[in-house]
């Protein structure tokens, strides 16, 4: 059979030789494997029956001694001098996760699990190890590789499935769906998670990147993006995490911690997500990306969220902060409050409900949660107009009286709609 890297044929030839041996004299004499008893039904048709023997579990079990097997070492070695196997190395389960305990979870125990399971038993059969190996040649050294991140959601009951862009969607957990492909998610999960409508859901990541990549693609800053512009959006208590889980080419690659300032969870009542808000954390998530250039929106972003974990007086100051980083340009509280109420009223009379209210802030004072709340609608508006020192100019000019007030987000999809 043609192969790309002899070597590496080789050496996982032997290492699985030598795993099929050790497992059939296990199951033979120590502990028997077993076997799952399956029907298979089709309209119009008897009813098959099967047992099938659960070979994948068996094999898993016993991870820990088949690495110490004699050739897991001489087959580590092979894949190490590999380089597009670099990125099944770079596979995160803890702080611990060396090298090559990455490759032996990613690349050598699910692969002599799947023999395993295709033998039916620890019987050997060449054709299936080439059928096996062919497979796992085009997965290491194809020209790209499809990856995968999910992240438990809480705060928001989302009964469809909702595409957030960038390739992150939100939608109901299957399930066991995580258990079953990562069995140490236990006590990984948000408390209650599964059991509550609002603690249901999962943000999921999925992209495809180029063969011979290093690195996977950064998918905690990705979730964290997408939680902050679902607390944009909702203003409910949203959080993901505390870690996400990670496949790679349909395999459990890894588990990584969500940063924690998405991963906390604020007080607040939860919400539903329906489609109306899910476009609009669509929306601002593709803003989130172009933010990062403006470092005054990026520190009222910031200060923003840290608000919603904190009590007074420090949540009233990281409200102020956030305020002059956003709209004070230098000119301080009182003109950033102005420019606020232009950009967020509605008419004359709001938008001077909303100045006067704004004054125990601006002052010194303790933050109401219709303030915070006025703060989280101008986020959102400086956001979705682009430029924000644009912006600035043309609220002062609305000030003036040159320039009617700039339309809002919202004014501009009622009239699309």
């Known amino acids: 059979m043609p192969v790309r890297s002899p070597q590496l044929y080789e050496a996982l030839r032997r290492y699985?030789?030598?795993?099929?041996?050790?497992?059939?004299?296990?199951?033979?004499?120590?502990?028997?494997?077993?076997?799952?008893?399956?029907?298979?039904?089709?309209?119009?048709?008897?009813?098959?029956?099967?047992?099938?023997?659960?070979?994948?579990?068996?094999?898993e079990s016993r991870a820990?001694?088949?690495?110490?097997?004699?050739?897991?070492?001489?087959?580590?070695?092979?894949?190490?001098?590999?380089?597009?196997?670099?990125?099944?190395?770079?596979?995160?389960?803890?702080p611990d996760t060396t090298e090559e305990?990455?490759?032996?979870?990613?690349?050598?125990?699910?692969?002599?699990?799947?023999?395993?399971?295709?033998?039916?038993?620890?019987?050997?059969?060449?054709?299936?190890?080439?059928?096996?190996?062919?497979?796992l040649e085009r997965q290491i050294f194809g020209s790209s590789h499809s990856y995968g991140?999910?992240?438990?959601?809480?705060?928001?009951?989302?009964?469809?499935?909702?595409?957030l862009g960038r390739k992150l969607r939100v939608r109901m957990a299957a399930p066991g769906e995580i258990a079953d492909c990562w069995p140490e998610a236990n006590g990984l999960l948000p408390t209650g998670f599964g059991r509550e409508a609002e603690r249901a859901s999962v943000l999921e990541l999925e992209c495809t990147f180029p063969g011979g990549t290093v690195e996977p693609p950064d998918a905690p800053g990705e979730i964290a993006d997408a939680v902050t512009a679902l607390?944009?959006?909702?203003?409910?208590?949203?959080?993901?995490?505390?870690?996400?889980?990670?496949?790679?080419?349909?395999?459990?690659?890894?588990?990584?911690?969500?940063?924690?300032?998405?991963?906390?969870e604020p007080p607040g009542e939860p919400t539903r997500l329906d489609e109306f808000r899910g476009r609009l954390a669509a929306d601002l998530l593709a803003r989130l990306a172009e933010a990062d250039?403006?470092?005054?929106?990026?520190?009222?972003?910031?200060?923003?969220?840290?608000?919603?974990f904190a009590a007074d007086p420090y949540r009233s100051e990281q409200l102020r902060e956030s305020l002059a980083a956003l709209l004070g340009s230098g000119d301080g509280l009182w003109a950033a409050a102005a420019r606020l109420a232009v950009l967020v009223g509605e008419d004359a009379a709001h938008r001077g409900e909303l100045f006067a209210r704004l004054r125990g802030l601006t002052g010194g004072g303790q933050a109401s949660r219709h303030d915070a709340d006025t703060l989280r609608l101008a986020l959102l508006e400086v956001l979705?107009?682009?430029?924000?020192?644009?912006?600035?100019?043309?609220?002062?000019?609305?000030?003036?009286?040159?320039?009617?007030?700039?339309?809002?987000y919202f004014a501009v999809k009622s009239v699309a709609s």
């Open 293 to 308: 250039a403006d470092d005054r929106l990026g520190e009222a972003l910031d200060r923003w969220e840290l608000s919603l």
């Open 101 to 135: 305990s990455a490759l032996f979870r990613t690349i050598l125990l699910p692969f002599l699990a799947g023999m395993a399971d295709r033998c039916g038993g620890f019987e050997w059969d060449d054709q299936v190890f080439n059928r096996g190996y062919q497979e």
């Open 16 to 59: 699985c030789l030598g795993a099929f041996g050790y497992l059939y004299r296990e199951s033979q004499e120590e502990a028997p494997l077993q076997f799952s008893f399956e029907e298979h039904a089709a309209p119009g048709r008897p009813a098959l029956y099967e047992y099938r023997p659960r070979t994948r579990g068996y094999v």
């Open 231 to 264: 607390r944009l959006a909702t203003a409910a208590p949203v959080a993901a995490g505390p870690v996400l889980f990670e496949h790679l080419d349909g395999r459990p690659y890894g588990i990584r911690p969500v940063l924690p300032i998405a991963a906390t």
């Open 384 to 408: 979705m107009a682009g430029d924000r020192v644009t912006l600035i100019e043309r609220l002062d000019d609305s000030l003036l009286g040159l320039k009617p007030h700039p339309r809002s």
């Open 64 to 94: 820990e001694r088949l690495r110490r097997l004699d050739d897991a070492q001489f087959a580590l070695e092979e894949l190490n001098r590999e380089p597009a196997a670099a990125i099944f190395a770079r596979a995160h389960s803890g």
């Open 149 to 163: 991140a999910i992240a438990p959601l809480v705060g928001l009951s989302c009964p469809l499935e909702l595409d």
